[in-house]
């Protein structure tokens, strides 16, 4: 009968082992918390002493300060991306407390990467489905200050200086050329120019090799032009796929390290401001769904000339207000919008006449000049 009853403990404690590692002594969390000495409220639990937080929670709580972030998922590799400076962008449900679910947690052996780089040693415990990182361990790979005030027994969360990337991209230091062979260029006719001039030439020699960018980095349907509002539906030439595909499909298979995106110019004289702003965001977050490491950059719609001959539906009002929206777009999705119509543009509101190659509206290999250096000059770090 001992022998039995031996037998039988130590098979108990073997199935005991083999469980998958539940959190013993896993409890929501009664501490107060403050950002920045604000009070917040969110979800957190207490494992083993330490307080552990949604990471979108935490993302959403340190938006729009020094030590923000943003927060992506890629699908196909089941890895959670954060790129440190980055804006935040909501995808709903951020902060809200629901039913304690502390008898689920269990270790989680989730995989994340901090500015594209695989980050080991974290935390992380599975709760409810949803994954919980251990404040602490946040604080130290992502950038902000964690400590405990006893006495109110409150969790002080403190971000680390200034924001520095703000949505509209700001004067840098030149990147250099290396930094536009990051970039993926999409667009309409106004982009395809990139392409186009630094593979013939302007003007029947080759002065612009060493600024702008080869056919292979631009994006566009065959015809060279598309409209903002049929980008979900018409396909561009992947020249690193050599075939025809949909943006988002193109970005999930080559994932570049930079995006920019410039489209609207054709579409501000016939569609709402409404469906603007849809297509657009559906745009980038397909993108972003296929590639979530890629930085996305939002670029103004360039200025028309005096010349151009269609003034009532493309001048520099109706350019003024759609870049407004771009702007948006690029704060509401976690972007970065860049101003280039300002490298352009001419003391009348204009793009000058020895910018524009004939149509009024369409650039010329100079004007693709000092956009490029444009890009360069206010680099996305």
């Known amino acids: 009968m001992k022998k039995f009853l031996s037998l ?26 403050t950002v920045n000495g604000v009070a917040r409220t969110c979800d957190i639990y207490n494992i083993g002493g330490y307080n552990y937080f949604k990471l979108r929670d935490i993302a959403m ?4 300060t020094g030590s923000q972030f943003s927060v992506g998922w890629d699908a196909s590799s089941q890895t959670v991306s954060v790129r440190t400076g980055s804006p935040y962008s909501k995808l709903g449900g951020e902060l809200e407390i629901g039913a304690d679910k502390s008898a689920t947690a269990k270790n989680s052996p989730q995989t994340i990467t901090i500015n594209g780089v695989k980050k080991t040693g974290l935390s992380i415990y599975n709760i409810g489905g949803n994954n919980y990182f251990k404040l602490a361990d946040l604080g130290a790979a992502i950038g902000f200050d964690v400590s405990y005030d006893a006495a109110t027994r409150t969790v002080l969360v403190k971000s680390r200086g200034t924001l520095r990337n703000q949505v509209r991209l700001t004067a840098t230091a030149d990147a250099g050329h290396g930094y536009l062979d990051k970039f993926i260029f999409i667009g309409d006719s106004t982009t395809y120019g990139i392409g186009f001039y630094q593979a013939w030439g302007y003007n029947g020699y080759y002065p612009y090799r060493d600024t702008l960018c080869p056919h292979s980095q631009v994006w566009v349907p065959k015809n060279g032009y598309i409209l903002l509002s049929r980008t979900a539906i018409d396909q561009v030439y992947c020249d690193q796929m050599d075939q025809m595909m949909f943006i988002p499909d193109a970005a999930g298979a ?11 110019v054709d579409d501000i004289s016939t569609i709402s401001q409404q469906d603007f702003y849809s297509h657009y965001t559906k745009l980038v977050n397909a993108i972003k769904a296929q590639s979530p490491d890629t930085r996305i950059i939002l670029n103004s719609i360039y200025p028309v000339a005096k010349s151009y001959q269609y003034p009532g539906s493309i001048n520099p009002t109706k350019i003024n207000t759609a870049n407004e929206w771009v702007e948006q777009i690029a704060k509401d999705t976690g972007c970065r919008f860049l ?3 300002e490298c352009l543009v001419g003391p009348d ?18 004007a693709f000049v000092l ?3 444009y890009i360069r000059t206010h680099a996305f770090y």
């Open 61 to 64: 709580l340190l938006n729009g």
């Open 349 to 366: 509101g204009y793009l000058p006449e020895n910018l524009q190659n004939g149509d009024g509206l369409h650039l010329t290999g100079d």
């Open 371 to 373: 956009v490029m250096n």
């Open 8 to 33: 039988l403990l130590a098979a108990a404690l073997i199935l005991a082992l083999c469980v998958p590692g539940f959190a013993a002594g896993a409890q929501r969390s009664s501490q107060a918390l």
């Open 254 to 264: 080559v994932k570049p390290a930079y995006m920019m995106i410039t489209l609207g």
């Open 339 to 341: 101003y280039s119509y």
